[in-house]
């Protein structure tokens, strides 16, 4: 209720007050899901413009961290849409789309190694298994983030879990020179 002569709370104040607290938080929500600091650095910056666009509307959502890091959630789903959409158009290009067979496990992988081999996964696969493997978003909330049906969003993990898979075989396979830890390739600067 407003009563005549009171100020009302200023939303971009109040947001301008939890930046500091909530760079950190945001970029460090993002960077490991996206794997690259620069990406990090600008879908960082894309949610706090989000965050402000948001503030300027009638009524102002409640501002927290949280609200924030669903914020960079939404934006790192934008970005893997984008670049799904960018491949797709390529391989139309190129064309071919890559044959996956289905094949579902339940193996403990090393983090760092799966970071990188999901890196190497096209963007369709890798937002799909970081929504619902690294931020445990039921299945139903990444169709959500993704755009997709619920049916579209299972049969797109599983062709990502089998896509995950193989190329964690191919990336460790035998032969394969490690340096450092297991799954790094020789000469493979990242």
């Not at 879908?43 to 924030?68: C, D, N």
């Not at 996964?121 to 755009?147: I, M, N, S």
């Not at 990502?160 to 898979?165: K, L, P, Q, S, T």
């Amino acid at each position: 209720m407003n009563h005549p002569g009171q100020l009302e709370p200023d939303p971009g104040a109040a947001l301008l007050d939890l930046y500091d607290t909530a760079l950190p938080e945001v970029y460090g929500y993002l960077l490991p899901r996206c794997g690259r600091r620069a990406l990090a650095e600008d879908l960082t910056a894309e949610t706090f413009l989000a965050a402000v666009e948001a503030v300027r509307k009638k009524p102002p959502p409640e501002l927290s961290v949280a609200w924030l890091v669903g914020v960079a959630r939404h934006k790192l789903a934008d970005h893997w849409r984008r670049a799904a959409r960018e491949e797709r158009g390529l391989q139309v290009l190129d064309g071919g789309v890559r044959d996956v067979t289905e094949d579902p496990w339940d193996e403990r992988l090393d983090a760092l190694l799966a970071r990188e081999v999901l890196g190497t996964l096209g963007a369709h696969h890798r937002a799909a298994l970081t929504l619902r493997y690294l931020d445990g978003l039921p299945v139903p909330q990444v169709a959500e983030h993704l755009g997709r049906t619920h049916q579209a969003t299972e049969a797109l993990l599983v062709r990502a879990r089998a896509a995950f898979r193989h190329a964690y075989t191919d990336h460790c396979s035998p032969g394969k020179r490690i340096s450092g830890r297991r799954g790094r390739k020789e000469g493979h600067d990242d």
